[in-house]
């Protein structure tokens, strides 16, 4: 019984590991109050400019003002767990019935108070290695 229990953790561990998510990129951005980050996604024949910045910074929560494909959203993200990301999916809802849509997470790490600047993480998924990302200065 203490073999089959074991075997059963183990590969419960490896299928874990083999499922897990896969980011294709991985970058730290710092952005000082207003300013903006632009950003080129490029798929298949689409090329859309992703934007963002930030404008407040009150009692842990960054207000980060954001637009994608003429679509503008603001969020308040904090560092707790559940509030510290958004999630933004990179193709239409129709185009992704085969495979997982790729998407950009933005993850707010932490607040510089020396210099004031918020410090992100931007990570991007594409389980098929179509979409390349540039940033524009």
Known sequence: MKFFLRFFLVLALVNSFSYGLDFKQTRTIKLKKDEQKKILVKYDNFIKLFEFRWTLYKNGGLVIHRSYDKIISQNILYKRYKNNTFRLELKLPGAGKYYNLPYILVKF???????NEAVLKLFLYDDLGKVSLKDIK
């Open 109 to 115: 790490e932490e607040f510089d108070f020396t210099t």
